[in-house]
């Protein structure tokens, strides 16, 4: 298949530089407003903490790992930014600790923005498919996100013109199905129809949207480029092109970094015609064959 070039090696892990961060001129884009982000410890929800705080915005970082957090943490010293970010461990699969991080939220300032974006994956058949191990995926990847965004609309409502937004990460397999991921292709179909729920009832003001990207540069992903090559005797290039990039037209994977800035953008006002539908950004993957 030809694709596009690009110059970027597919493999190398990104760095997120200061250059690599996209600016949205927002006046909401301040520290006395405040943006919920899952999965914060690491690749696409780390990346979008970073692009929210190097916005202006106080950045709530959660995550379940807290080592993940530290290093998120210093990577927002690093890269200076303007904003505020708190780490606040939290598993999502806990009830009272999703409360204890609204109630945290809500205390740094105006609660404005919730970024859903913690994720799990396993690879099964349906007829193998462990129960305990679905309802896991249920809990982190689709009740979570829908406890967070109840707890967070009374927040968002009461503030003084209302407005806000929460995002959800999708997926390419909140379009299609592949084999093997009964769990994942549900939670990602069900999150688009917990984006649409949530844009009935915002009355315009609050907004909902989701993100659908194909693979990531992210070491959920990475980490399998050279298990996977060995397991089908192919190379690391063949994995990316063939395995990962599908019938995608681009010939290098999306970094963390462009799905966090994609999130900035459907956030902040530059995003006020979008609400219930889904940023697409698959290069290509799912609206193409052959
Ligand atoms: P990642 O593994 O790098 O990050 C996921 C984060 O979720 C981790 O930091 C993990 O600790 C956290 N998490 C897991 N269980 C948790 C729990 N119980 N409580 C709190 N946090 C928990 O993965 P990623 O590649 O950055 O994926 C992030 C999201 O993007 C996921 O929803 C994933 O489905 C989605 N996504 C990823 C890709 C990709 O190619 N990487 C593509 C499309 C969609």
Redesign the pocket.
């Known amino acids: 298949m030809s694709r596009t070039a690009d110059t970027h090696d597919s493999i190398d892990p990104p760095e997120i530089t200061a250059e690599s961060i996209q600016h949205l001129d927002d006046p909401r884009f301040t520290s006395e407003n405040v943006a919920i982000v ?8 780390r990346a979008t903490a970073l692009v929210l705080a190097a916005n202006g915005l106080t950045t709530i970082a ?4 807290e080592d ?1 957090l530290h290093e998120t943490a210093a990577k927002a010293d690093d890269l200076a930014v303007e904003g505020v970010l708190e780490t606040v461990p ?4 806990d009830d009272a600790e999703i409360e204890a991080l609204v109630e945290t939220a809500a205390d740094a300032g105006q609660l404005r923005y919730v970024a859903n ?5 396993h690879i099964a058949s349906i007829e193998s498919f462990p129960m305990e191990t679905f309802d896991l995926l249920y809990r ?2 689709l009740r ?1 996100p829908m406890y967070l965004t109840k707890l967070a609309l009374p927040h968002i409502r009461a503030a003084d013109d209302g407005v806000g937004a929460i995002a959800n ?5 909140g379009h299609y199905a592949t084999r093997d991921k009964v769990a ?1 292709n549900t939670m ?1 179909f069900g999150l688009r129809g917990l984006t649409k729920s949530t844009a009935a009832e915002g009355n315009g003001n609050i907004r909902a949207f989701s993100v ?5 540069k ?4 990475l980490d399998q480029i050279a298990d996977t090559a060995d397991e089908r005797g192919i190379t690391e290039r063949e994995v990316v092109e063939d395995v990962m990039l599908g019938q995608a037209r681009t010939s290098e ?1 999306m970094e ?1 970094v462009e799905a966090g800035n994609l999130f900035a953008f459907g956030l902040s006002r530059h995003g006020k015609h979008l609400n219930g539908d889904d940023l697409l950004w698959d290069g290509g993957f799912v609206n193409t064959y052959e």
């Open positions: 899952t999965g914060a410890a690491s690749g696409i929800g959660a995550d379940v790992d993940g939290c598993d999502l699969t974006i913690a994720g799990i994956q982190v990847m979570a990460m999708a997926s390419v397999h994942y990602k659908s990207t194909g693979y990531v992210t070491p959920l992903v994977m963390p």
